[in-house]
């Protein structure tokens, strides 16, 4: 840890993380850390998998150690807000890893499942609250939570939130929140939406990080494109899987059907495999992601709504079984392999009506992916589609009624930061 950002963080905090295997910071953690430790406000770009949870979340903990914070019921200090159930709950997850030695209670809270328990654990008091933005507000307006002794807030992946229409709910939690309170934002991305949100997030000066916001980061990762006619691409997933390497893996179809039918059809060939997308219930969501990391699901079949959020160890191959419409999607869903400097592999299956959405990514990413034409299945028709037949097809507008007439009347329209917070004597 010596000669690092991570010597200035607390003991136990230096402890944890070592045992958790970090050896020296990833750019962005070197980055944001000092400014947060300093209090300062931030605005982080960097895209997933690069390490923003330490980043942000290691400082913060290290001051309400510092500052041996006293908890409240119902109180959190921290609020950490993300889009996803399956981010927040790995967001939780680092968190409480992080704060092992440190006496600071970490909890999540998200809606489809039972209220009560999250209501329980807010009640004896956390020091870290991470949470999706619909169950926030639905505790608060219980009454079961108090956003009044938030001291520091942090915004993650703040451009999937305005993707999943959040924008709404994130001005209602931003409203209730103190006016004086530390503001942390982050985004893989900086469109003039998202730069607008962190302009009302983020009240005063902010410290700006950009690590290589024009280069995405996917150099750790083996890429590899394989041409196949669109009949013949199940088959090609199969032989794919089918090799020794291949055990953990993450599949993307582009709909949720999709992901049903092709859960079913490799559990079927002996492919243990658990679909994960919106329509299944958050039960079922977390019994595929407990069965992935476990190992007893070789195979996730994942719409996008897993391309960012899901940290699981050891993801030994991505295979776009479909290819994204958006060149971002691309990285965001290979990121999921080759974390913390492990190996990993992705891979994308091509078809003749994807070869311009495969100019599209190559063309973001700044390099053309190298072809594997030395397998079964492989078209030279794909490899080379060029004008109409390499745009995939698109749905043709449904016309709208009429809208009736409106009638005639009816055309008139009308205190310091990381204060110590007394328990109160029972």
């Known amino acids: 840890m010596k000669g690092t950002v991570f010597a200035h963080l607390h003991p136990a905090l230096q402890q944890a993380i070592a045992a958790m295997g970090y050896q020296r910071p990833t750019p962005i ?62 967001i939780e997850a680092n968190c409480s890893a992080y704060a092992k030695g440190l006496d600071l209670p970490c909890a999540v809270v998200f809606g489809g499942v039972n209220i009560k328990p999250q209501v329980a654990a807010l009640a004896k008091g956390v020091a870290v609250l991470v949470a999706t933005p619909g169950r926030l507000l639905d505790l608060e307006g219980q009454g079961a939570l108090s956003l009044e002794s938030v001291q520091a807030v942090v915004l993650d992946e703040a451009d999937r939130m305005l993707d999943m229409g959040f924008l709404p709910d994130i001005r209602k939690v931003l409203a209730k929140l103190p006016h004086k309170r530390q503001s942390l934002f982050f985004s893989a991305t900086l469109s003039p939406e998202v730069t607008a949100l962190a302009k009302q997030f983020i009240q005063g000066h902010a410290v700006s990080i950009r690590i290589n916001p024009e280069a995405p980061t996917v150099d750790t990762i083996r890429q590899r494109v394989l041409f196949v006619d669109k009949e013949k691409k199940y088959s090609l997933l199969k032989w794919v899987l089918d090799t020794p390497k291949c055990f953990r893996v993450i599949v993307f179809p582009r709909m949720k059907h999709g992901a049903d039918r092709l859960c079913k059809q490799l559990t079927r060939d002996g492919f243990p495999a658990a679909a994960l997308h919106g329509d ?74 994807d070869r311009q959405a495969l100019r599209d990514i190559e063309h973001f990413i700044g390099r053309p992916i190298p072809q594997d034409v030395e397998q079964p299945f492989h078209s030279e028709h794909a490899r080379n589609a060029m004008g109409a037949e390499a745009v995939r097809p698109k749905r043709a507008p449904q016309p709208r009624p009429p809208r009736p007439a409106k009638p005639a009347a009816a055309s008139a329209r009308s205190k310091p930061f990381f204060a110590a917070v007394k328990r109160p004597r029972p």
Do not use: W
Request: positive net charge.
């Open 29 to 90: 953690q070197e980055a944001a850390i000092k400014p947060i430790l300093a209090g300062k406000h931030l605005m982080g770009c960097a895209q997933t998998g690069t390490g923003k949870t330490a980043a942000f979340a290691l400082p913060l903990l290290h001051r309400l150690a510092q500052a041996h914070a006293t908890l409240r019921p119902k109180r959190p200090l921290v609020l950490i807000l993300a889009p996803t159930r399956e981010l927040a709950a790995q």
């Open 280 to 353: 299944k219930s958050q039960a079922a969501r977390l019994r595929a992601l407990e069965g992935f990391r476990s190992g007893k699901v070789q195979v996730l079949v994942a719409t996008d709504i897993a391309a960012r959020g899901i940290d699981v160890d050891e993801v030994t191959h991505v295979i776009n079984y479909d290819l994204p419409d958006e060149p971002e999607t691309y990285v965001h869903r290979i990121g999921r392999t080759a974390r913390a400097g492990a190996e990993g592999e992705a891979i994308s299956l091509v078809c003749p009506h």
